[in-house]
């Protein structure tokens, strides 16, 4: 069974800094890229950041770039999001999923139907 809590987000000003957390549960982890996706209000959920079951590989947009940084932890089942100088555009939900490969796809696995709930970020200005 698949199941993905996400947390870490909040209310900040421009500027500032959040680091995201995913908890995944199930045996799909360790064998699959992961993603951290987001959803702002009116428009299509998009991924952000990727990187690679053994963390070998890394992909971020070039919305993000040189801002957020995607890590993950194995023994943990944790996926991060370490986002910097963070924008009012950054405003969205996040969440997590395992995510197909070539990560630049930016589609989450074909079998992933699950969404957790997500976190949201609100960035002033």
């Known amino acids: 069974q698949v199941q993905l809590v996400e947390s870490g987000g909040g209310l900040v000003q421009a500027g500032e800094s959040l680091t995201l957390s995913c908890k995944a549960s199930?045996?799909?982890?360790?064998?699959?890229?992961m993603g951290w996706y987001r959803q702002a209000p009116g428009k299509e959920r998009e991924l952000v950041a990727g990187?690679?079951?053994?963390?070998?590989?890394?992909y971020v947009a070039d919305s993000v770039k040189g801002r957020f940084t995607i890590s993950r932890d194995n023994a943990l089942q944790m996926t991060y999001l370490q986002m910097n100088d963070l924008k009012p555009e950054d405003t969205a939900t996040y969440y997590c999923?395992?995510?197909?490969?070539?990560?630049?796809?930016?589609?989450?696995?074909?079998?992933?139907?699950?969404w957790g709930q997500g976190t949201q970020v609100i960035v002033s200005s």
């Open positions: 199930g045996t799909f982890f360790s064998t699959n890229a």
């Open positions: 999923a395992p995510t197909q490969t070539p990560i630049n796809l930016g589609r989450p696995v074909r079998w992933f139907t699950s």
């Open positions: 990187v690679s079951s053994r963390s070998h590989i890394k």
